[in-house]
């Protein structure tokens, strides 16, 4: 059998429903929930991946947050906090134990005593970054099953539908 003609879960629930709901688009339904599925199986290969590399998310997200200003992963506090959503209290209390296990610092800076610099350490570089091998092996196991030609052809029509999303607005 061809890869892609073998009936799934999905299948089975798009028909269980066509005979329930005449109304309903079942290709429309297919699609909506086989993403689900996608979502809910990258999401756990993200807990896991946390989870084997004893971070929790805020701290990851914090971690990638520094990481993502590119070198030298520095910034202050307020911008942190700015790029987090977080009030400065809510950072501060984050922060702490970051730096006691030496995934980032804070220091104040030489040339003006006043400011305050948020650094990622090469400890916390080395801890984003195997998490983010670990979250990527999950998504390559994912996309084992498309050739190069279908996951660019993936890709475009993934773009297609997250630009009709953003343009209508947030999600209520």
Do not use: N
Not at 64 to 80: E, F, M, N
Not at 128 to 144: K, M, Q, V
Request: charged share 25%; glycine share 6%; net charge positive.
């Amino acid at each position: 059998m061809k890869r892609g003609s073998m009936r799934d879960s999905v299948d089975r629930h798009v028909e269980t429903w066509a005979r329930e709901l005449p109304w309903m688009d079942p290709v429309q339904e297919a699609i909506a929930v086989r993403i689900s599925i996608l979502a809910r199986h990258l999401a756990r290969g993200r807990r896991d991946a946390l989870t084997a590399g004893g971070l929790r998310q805020w701290e990851f997200k914090v971690l990638l947050t520094l990481r993502r200003l590119g070198p030298p992963y520095s910034t202050s506090p307020s911008h942190l906090a700015d790029l987090l959503g977080l009030t400065r209290g809510a950072l501060s209390a984050r922060l702490r134990p970051l730096e006691e296990a030496g995934l980032l610092t804070r220091a104040t800076d030489p040339a003006d005593r006043r400011r305050v610099h948020v650094r990622l350490t090469d400890a916390g570089s080395a801890a984003f970054d195997r998490h983010a091998s670990a979250e990527s092996r999950t998504e390559s196991g994912l996309l084992a099953a498309l050739t190069p030609e279908q996951r660019h052809e993936l890709a475009g029509l993934l773009r297609t539908l997250v630009q009709a999303a953003e343009s209508a607005g947030p999600a209520s």
